[in-house]
């Protein structure tokens, strides 16, 4: 069983910066896809961004695009997220997700396609 813990969310004002970090643990998800995904209050789940295990390119949803930056150390089986240029509509519940093989590219952005959820970190964007 794979679990996956996020960390670094919390209250920032607009402009400013975050970095999100989510560590797995159960099983080495080096060849796996992993991603990011938000949901703010009474909105769905939407996808942000994603490291395409071994394919190893970033997907970006173009909300975020040129913000957001994704990377990955595998030796240490961890993930992060460095986010500048906060905008109050970037206010969610943020996860880490997770699948069990490296998906194909038209699968990446949606969420049932990911098997492994951490429990989520808020952040919070506002003045």
């Known amino acids: 069983q794979v679990q996956l813990v996020e960390s670094g969310g919390g209250l920032v004002q607009p402009g400013g910066s975050l970095r999100l970090s989510c560590a797995a643990s159960?099983?080495?998800?080096?060849?796996?896809?992993m991603g990011w995904f938000r949901q703010a209050p009474g909105k769905e789940r939407e996808f942000v961004a994603v490291?395409?295990?071994?394919?190893?390119?970033?997907i970006y949803s173009d909300s975020v695009k040129g913000r957001f930056t994704i990377s990955r150390d595998n030796s240490k089986n961890t993930m992060s997220m460095q986010m500048n240029s906060l905008k109050p509509e970037d206010t969610a519940l943020y996860y880490c997700?997770?699948?069990?093989?490296?998906?194909?590219?038209?699968?990446?952005?949606?969420?049932?396609?990911?098997?492994?959820w951490g429990q989520g970190t808020q952040v919070t964007v506002s003045s």
């Open positions: 159960g099983r080495p998800l080096g060849s796996y896809t």
């Open positions: 490291f395409r295990g071994s394919y190893g390119n970033t």
């Open positions: 997700a997770a699948a069990r093989s490296s998906l194909i590219l038209s699968e990446t952005r949606r969420s049932g396609a990911y098997a492994y």
